[in-house]
T-cell receptor, first 117, second 110 residues
């Protein structure tokens, strides 16, 4: 089954304790990205990657790191989490680089709810 | 600055009562306007992409339209299973960023 898989789905942690949220897609997509969703603010893009070893900042990258060493994986790293990073996180992938004339459809994972105490 | 505003924030309809959701946008060189549906506890699910003013797309009871400043998602004779949050997003030229609106929460009552 074609899917984007995120882990963990739920996590409660404490300030300063490094954590990684994994994202894996089995559709051979070039484009992958991370979003956070907060009430009243909607989905905001954190980082995106156009292909292996190519990453760039979205609108809210502060406090986050990413890496793209393999095409299928795009982990989100919080080196020193803070309470303002409590949020619902979504990973998404797309089958084509958005620069081409295509649907630009994003395939989203099920989300990871993170609470930082 | 690229921006997306959706209205209303929430909408309650009786089953069969048609209505429209609005998505107003400002973007430098539109490279796509996207509609997604999001159910509680789930990731957004793609519905449509519109590229240029005058374009329309349909899927079952949903029809999306686009002008130079806004997009509408028309829902004809909705059913309770259409209840969800509908998200609008845009992508501008020269960027791979997607800008999302805050969504419209739709509730269709039987």
């Amino acid at each position: 089954e074609a899917q984007v898989t995120q882990n963990p789905r739920y996590l409660i942690t404490v300030t300063g304790k490094k954590l990684t949220v994994t994202c894996s897609q089995n559709m051979n997509h070039e484009y992958m990205s991370w979003y956070r969703q907060d009430p009243g603010l909607g989905l905001r893009q954190i980082y995106y990657s156009m292909n292996v070893e190519v990453t760039d900042k979205g609108d809210v990258p502060e406090g986050y790191k990413v890496s793209r060493k393999e095409k299928r994986n795009f982990p989100l790293i919080l080196e020193s989490p803070s309470p303002n990073q409590t949020s619902l996180y979504f990973c998404a992938s797309s089958p084509n680089l958005p620069g081409h004339l295509n649907t630009g459809e994003l395939f989203f994972g099920e989300g990871s709810r993170l609470t930082v105490l | 600055e690229d921006q997306v505003t959706q209205s209303p924030e929430a909408l309650r309809l009786q089953e069969g009562e048609s209505s429209s959701l609005n998505c107003s946008y400002t973007v430098s060189g539109l490279r796509g306007l996207f509609w997604y549906r999001q159910d509680p506890g789930k990731g957004p699910e793609f519905l449509f992409t519109l590229y240029s003013a005058g374009e329309e797309k349909e899927k079952e009871r949903l029809k999306a339209t686009l002008t130079k400043k806004e997009s509408f998602l028309h829902i004809t004779a909705p059913k309770p299973e259409d209840s969800a949050t509908y998200l609008c997003a845009v992508r501008g030229s020269g960027t791979y960023k997607y800008i999302f609106g805050t969504g419209t929460r739709l509730k269709v009552l039987a």
